[in-house]
């Protein structure tokens, strides 16, 4: 059974950084593309990044180009490191992968199977 586990959410103050996680088990998670998506009360859930199966290639949304890094390592997680915290990162924030093991780096939430539940990001002035 395929799980993602986010982790790293907390409470952070306009301007600070800090590093999500997502850790898979039940996958070797280097054969999938992964992407993080993100979503805030009352809003829809949008796309933030999406890095390649090998690391070697990622996309990411035009609200959080500059800011935000995706990033994976050798085993089975994959991060997430947003740096000049702003007050609309505020939000659950979700990693997904695709069941295929393909190289599309997919940015609607359609194209990915598995879930994790999300970790929160609180931001405050």
């Known amino acids: 059974q395929v799980q993602l586990v986010e982790s790293g959410g907390r409470l952070v103050q306009i301007g600070d950084f800090l590093t999500l996680s997502c850790a898979a088990s039940?996958?070797?998670?280097?054969?999938?593309?992964v992407a993080w998506f993100r979503q805030a009360p009352g809003k829809e859930r949008e796309f933030v990044a999406v890095?390649?199966?090998?690391?070697?290639?990622a996309k990411y949304s035009d609200s959080v180009r500059g800011r935000f890094i995706i990033s994976r390592d050798n085993k089975n997680t994959v991060y997430l490191r947003i740096n000049t915290v702003k007050p609309e990162d505020a939000a659950r924030y979700y990693c997904?992968?695709?069941?295929?093991?393909?190289?599309?780096?997919?940015?609607?939430?359609?194209?990915?199977?598995?879930w994790g539940q999300g970790t929160q990001v609180t931001v405050s002035s």
């Open positions: 997904a992968a695709d069941r295929v093991p393909s190289d599309f780096l997919a940015v609607v939430a359609g194209a990915y199977d598995w």
């Open positions: 039940g996958v070797i998670f280097g054969t999938h593309v």
């Open positions: 890095i390649s199966k090998r690391g070697d290639n």
